[in-house]
Nanobody, 119 residues
Framework: QVQLVESGGGLVQPGGSLRLSCAAS????????MSWYRQAPGKERELVAR????????SYADSVKGRFTISRDNAKNTVYLQMNNLKPEDTAVYYC????????????WGQGTQVTVSS
């Protein structure tokens, strides 16, 4: 069955770093655009970063540009989010998302991982 399993979340002080991972299984990972979303309490889910299926194109929310880096390893079926210089406003549940790059829309979500930035 399809699985997207996030890991790497936790509690970190402002200015610190975390690296999130999302391990995919049950589908052809290299055919999917991968994204990270986040949802803070009382707020809507928002797109954080996106990477095309071949890794050739990256995009970021303005709020994380220059601090976060998305990458993928198609050999390991894994997408990463390196988060540096974390701020309290980055506190949220972070979700991994997969959307098929070609043909009819097929979409999967992970269960989320909590990131808390606090002193």
């Amino acid at each position: 069955q399809v699985q997207l399993v996030e890991s790497g979340g936790g509690l970190v002080q402002p200015g610190g770093s975390l690296r999130l991972s999302c391990a995919a299984s049950g589908f052809t990972f290299s055919n999917y655009v991968m994204s990270w979303y986040r949802q803070a309490p009382g707020k809507e889910r928002e797109l954080v970063a996106r990477i095309t299926n071949d890794g050739g194109s990256l995009s970021y929310a303005d709020s994380v540009k220059g601090r976060f880096t998305i990458s993928r390893d198609n050999a390991k079926n894994t997408v990463y989010l390196q988060m540096n210089n974390l701020k309290p406003e980055d506190t949220a549940v972070y979700y991994c998302n997969a959307v098929r790059a070609y043909g009819a829309r097929v979409e999967f979500w992970g269960q989320g991982t909590q990131v808390t930035v606090s002193s």
